[in-house]
């Protein structure tokens, strides 16, 4: 049987499953675990398991670490307007300057 067949199946006695007693879950595990060949305790998992079409996906987003005043004030104070570079500072400089902006400037 291939992977296709065997989600199908499990498709078909899923809600079968959930309603039935324990009696009757016992018969479907075993009627299961013969048709696809699956371990019984991994049949039991997926039986259990959400459909596929309920669960939803998580996503962490990071918290931000220093708040955009904070980055801009420590920003200024390493790169003041008046301060000489010399002209391989420059590039740097500029860099810093464009992903501050990029970042933090909405």
């Given amino acids: 049987m291939d992977r296709y067949s065997k989600m199908q199946y499990l498709k078909s006695i899923y809600q079968r499953y959930h309603k039935s007693t324990r009696k009757e879950?016992?018969?479907i595990l075993n009627e299961f675990c013969t048709v696809c060949g699956y371990n019984r305790k991994y049949a039991i998992r997926i039986l259990n398991a959400l459909p596929s079409d309920e669960k939803t996906k998580h996503i962490k987003k990071r918290d931000k670490i220093y708040s955009d005043t904070v980055f801009g004030q420590h920003f200024f104070e390493l790169?003041?307007?008046d301060a000489t570079y010399s002209i391989f500072d420059t590039p740097f400089i500029y860099t810093c300057f464009?992903?501050?902006e990029y970042f933090f400037q909405s």
Avoid: C, H, M, W
């Fill in 25 to 27: 879950k016992r018969e």
């Fill in 79 to 81: 790169f003041p307007d």
């Fill in 98 to 100: 464009l992903i501050f």
